[in-house]
């Protein structure tokens, strides 16, 4: 299988700092995604990280380290409106059908408090 | 279109009843990918398409589920004799080609309850 880990739910406070890890296996990896998902809503795309190394973009970084098999989501200056899931995604290039399977972790439900 | 679009947004059927979920791309994006949320969890795959061909339905939960895409693009997901356990948000994903450089774009969904 394709594991997928992360934490399931974390909390910080407004205009704090807060990095989300994922660990996966790193057999056929081909890319990794973050997105945020608020309740009831469509998970919309935040990063993506092929290449080891930090994608900072505004308030948001992801990082991958793909010999460690691991990604982090950092988030800064928190506001109100970060409270959402946050879902770590994975590509695994698959021979069988040669084609590029996108794969979920459960997701972290972040709370941001005043 | 612009966006994915996921038909009907709600649906509420009876255990037993045979349900359609209609998912309608954007217009040319080759890939395909539904996946079954439920609460509080991460999306789970059920399926993939390239263009018409459905290379990849290891995630579908039983043979009640079925999946098609008959010309590579609107595709529909059918559950026969809904069961409870079928309450869930079912997601669309598309992609504009089968490299992962280009992202995905996820429709609305579907909420299904089965009462």
């Known amino acids: 299988g394709q594991n997928i880990d992360q934490p399931t739910e974390m909390t910080a406070t407004e205009g704090a700092i807060v990095q989300i890890n994922c660990t996966y296996q790193t057999s056929g990896f081909n890319g990794l995604f973050w997105y945020q998902q608020h309740a009831g809503e469509a998970p919309t795309f935040l990063s993506y990280?092929?290449?080891?190394g930090l994608e900072e973009k505004g308030r948001f970084s992801s990082f991958l380290s793909r010999s460690k098999g691991y990604s982090y989501l950092l988030l800064k200056e928190l506001q109100m409106k970060d409270s959402a899931s946050y879902l770590c995604a994975v590509t695994f290039w698959r021979i069988s059908g040669g084609y590029n399977k996108l794969i979920f972790g459960a997701g972290t439900r972040l709370a941001v408090h005043p | 279109g612009a966006g994915v679009s996921q038909s009907p947004r709600y649906k509420v059927a009876k255990r037993g009843q045979d349900v359609a979920l209609r998912c309608d791309p954007i217009s040319g994006h080759v890939s395909l990918f539904w996946y079954q949320q439920a609460l509080g969890q991460g999306p789970e795959f059920l399926t993939y398409?390239?263009?018409?061909?459905?290379?990849?339905k290891s995630g579908l939960p039983s043979d009640r589920f079925f999946a098609e895409r008959p010309e590579g693009s609107v595709s529909t997901l059918k559950i026969q004799r809904t069961q409870q356990e079928d309450s869930a948000v079912y997601l669309c994903a598309s992609s504009v080609s089968t490299g992962t450089n280009y992202g995905y774009t996820f429709g609305s969904g579907t909420r299904l309850t089965v009462v």
């Open positions: 990280n092929v290449l080891d």
């Open positions: 398409f390239q263009n018409e061909a459905q290379l990849d």
